[in-house]
């Protein structure tokens, strides 16, 4: 009860801070939170009806998963919910961020054929965490399209939209008068440009047409889910409903060089700009990363621009769309402009045209170009405030620390990581940034996509040789749990293990 009324507070009332107003600690509508996806911890691929994503397609049939592994079976959550449930509570999170699988509810994609066990799962899993006191926090899509729409063109496809938008109502029918906080896609330009590079799936090759058609439907569904909210289901459910965008922090490479900062700058726009620009500004694409496609289609012999145009009528309903910007954030690089000439396959690098570095200085984690540095967290939600507006409300839906696969569970690094950029959120509040909450990637081990089980999240270790999947707490956990019950950082907590 105390955090649903809190999160209302944050909600209607625009308790952004008092002008000059030094916070020692997070505020009390300050909300922090964990996060997992369904692909990546619920396993039970194809038991009790569910069916078949893109995801479970191409761990059964493509090479490109580091260690060949496959979600078939992950943290097997579909049978450890409740377990889930005492983890979470453990934590003393504010909020469980998670995923829908699409395919667990309509394994077809389509609304007509619906599979009640999947519906009792997710009302299993919300009706536990709120008796718990943790508000359920859903990502309505976190990756995992269905197969069979999929194979009738994915999110190219503008009948996507109308697929998604069916979906989704029926998700807000079914679980809305229990959850606040709704989100309706997770890191759509990572997951465009990426499943259209071979990196994740759908592992397709066309970046340069694939990519843009992605997130063109992408955010034409995202205002349409927004929309429907606003005119179906607000003034009764009263939630909220954003968007997690992905953005990297670019410093240029060298800081005294005019053309480096234009190239950081560009770069921040090409990537987070694509989205956040329409949704959070002006309905379109911002005009530098329009002028630029436009100019290298030009030179490749397209008659129009890759870019696809919205409409003015899309354009009314997508900007402004949103309640709060979901931040994903883990990586800086140094940027300064390349040269290459206009190739003749289009891809996003060519468009783009920007060389990406990191400083061997920097402390590294397990995954390479990804570093320590949580200065940039603070410069980049400082950066937002500028380029969309400090009106508007961001949660952090995730940052979170890469261990390798022989981490303990003593984690320094992940300790230090963690330290650092809860502490990086607080100053750059202090500086002026509208941040609401904080929600930490991993609750557990899980399995990281192309990287499957060969890299680290969670505070809690998952033994994945375990049939029962059994967690054990990080001492990392424990210090998130002093920082959420004191609203502080205290790099001198150093705890003893959660008894279990
Ligand atoms: C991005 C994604 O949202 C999540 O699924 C992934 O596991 C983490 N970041 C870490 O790479």
């Known amino acids: 009860m105390i955090f649903i009324f809190s999160l209302m507070f944050w909600v209607v009332v625009d308790s952004h801070k008092i002008q000059n107003q030094i916070y020692d600690r997070f505020p009390e509508d ?12 619920e396993g039970a691929w194809n038991l009790s009806g569910k069916g078949e ?24 959550s579909y049978h450890n919910y409740r377990e889930d449930i005492r983890i979470v509570k453990q934590l003393k999170v504010h909020c469980y961020r998670f995923s829908i699988s699409w395919t667990r509810i309509f394994p077809n994609g389509t609304v007509n054929n619906v599979n009640q066990d999947g519906i009792d799962y997710y009302n299993n899993l919300i009706d536990g965490l709120r008796a718990v006191g943790v508000e359920p926090m859903i990502t309505l899509f976190h ?37 606040q906080v709704w989100t309706t896609f997770n890191e759509p ?7 259209y590079t ?41 939630g909220i409903i954003g968007i997690s965008l992905d953005s ?58 890759r870019l696809p145009v919205f409409t003015r009528q899309e354009q009314m309903k997508i900007r402004r769309s949103f309640d709060y910007l979901g931040l994903n954030h883990y990586a800086t690089f140094l940027t300064k402009p390349d040269n290459q000439t206009a190739s003749m396959f289009p891809t996003r690098q060519n468009d783009r045209n920007l060389i990406e570095s990191v400083d061997p200085s920097w402390k590294p984690t397990s995954r390479s170009g990804f570093t320590v540095r949580p200065e940039s967290l603070r410069k980049l939600l400082l950066w937002i405030g500028q380029y969309l507006g400090s009106h508007v409300k961001i949660a952090i839906t995730e940052s979170g620390y890469n261990g390798a696969d022989t981490e303990t569970l003593d ?24 941040v609401k909450a904080f929600t930490w990637w991993s609750l557990m081990d899980n399995f990281e996509w192309g990287d499957g089980y060969t890299k680290k999240f969670g505070f809690y270790h998952v033994d994945f040789n375990d049939p029962r999947r059994r967690r054990t707490a990080k001492k990392s956990a424990k210090v998130y749990q002093n920082i959420i019950v004191t609203r502080k950082v205290d790099p001198t907590f150093n705890p003893s293990y959660f008894k279990h």
């Open 248 to 305: 990297f922090w670019n410093e240029p490479a060298d800081p005294n060089s005019e053309e480096d900062k234009k190239a950081a700058q560009f770069s921040l726009e090409f990537y987070f700009g694509w989205f956040a620009w329409p949704i959070f500004k002006t309905g379109d694409y911002p005009d530098a990363v329009k002028l630029q496609i436009a100019r290298r289609s030009r030179e490749q012999g397209f008659p129009r621009s």
């Open 411 to 434: 984690d320094p690094e992940r300790i230090d990581y963690l330290n650092g950029y809860v502490q990086a959120v607080l100053d750059a509040m202090n500086q002026g940034a509208n």
């Open 198 to 238: 071979q990196v994740s799936a759908p592992f397709l090759n066309s970046s340069g047409i694939g990519s843009y058609l992605c997130a063109h439907n992408i955010i034409r569904a995202h205002a349409g889910a927004y929309d429907l909210y606003q005119k179906k289901f607000k003034s009764r459910q009263k």
């Open 189 to 195: 330009a990572n997951f465009c440009q990426f499943g």
């Open 143 to 179: 990756w995992d399209t269905p197969q069979v729409l999929q194979e009738l063109g994915g999110w190219a496809s503008e009948t996507m939209i109308v697929w998604y938008l069916e979906y989704v109502e029926r998700v807000f029918e079914l679980f809305g008068d229990r959850v």
């Open 53 to 76: 994503s893109i995801w479970d397609r191409a761990t059964h049939t493509t090479p490109y998963i580091t260690d060949r592994s496959t979600g078939d079976v992950a943290c097997d």
């Open 30 to 41: 300050f909300f922090f939170g964990v996060g997992t996806s369904a692909y990546q911890i």
